[in-house]
């Protein structure tokens, strides 16, 4: 046998281990597509259950959102209506303390001019109550002397 011979047996089988090379080499690459198809299934299964998830999520979350708008918006008014309601009692407190202010005035007003109108009459009550007094008291005076004087009478008849 020749070098030529030997050669193109040489490639020959050179050729059946490229090709067996080759062929394992596209078998295991078959494998790993067919695992890589079967991962991107189960990922596509994955995303599209994160996708309705993340779906379901954002809906909650903008409902969320608009429940506290709308609670934010009620709790503006009630903050709205206790402020206005404080406006109303201090705006009340203010009126009561007028009128209170006014009524006293007015009463203070009106004792002084009843005391200056009736003065006079205080001022005559006072003399006659004076003049009674007076009576009163030489009355007593009167009553004590005639008393002494019953007394040392009785006495010198005796």
Known sequence: MGIIEI???????????????????????????????????????????????????IRRTNQLTEDIYNKSQSLNQLFKSAEEIGQATRQVSS???????????SVTRSVRQTAIKHQSTVDEIMK???????????????????????NKGGMRDG
């Open 7 to 57: 050669s193109v047996a040489l490639i020959a089988v050179a050729f059946v281990v490229l090709v067996i090379y080759i062929v394992k080499t596209l078998l295991t690459v078959q494998q790993s597509l067919q695992e890589l198809s079967e991962n991107m299934a189960t990922i596509e299964r994955r995303v599209d259950e994160l996708s309705r998830e993340t779906t379901a999520l």
């Open 128 to 150: 006659y109550v004076t003049l009674f007094l007076d009576l009163w008291h030489k009355w007593q005076s009167y009553r004590v002397q005639k008393d002494l004087d019953h």
């Open 95 to 105: 009126s009561m303390k007028e009128i209170s202010s006014t009524i006293m005035d």
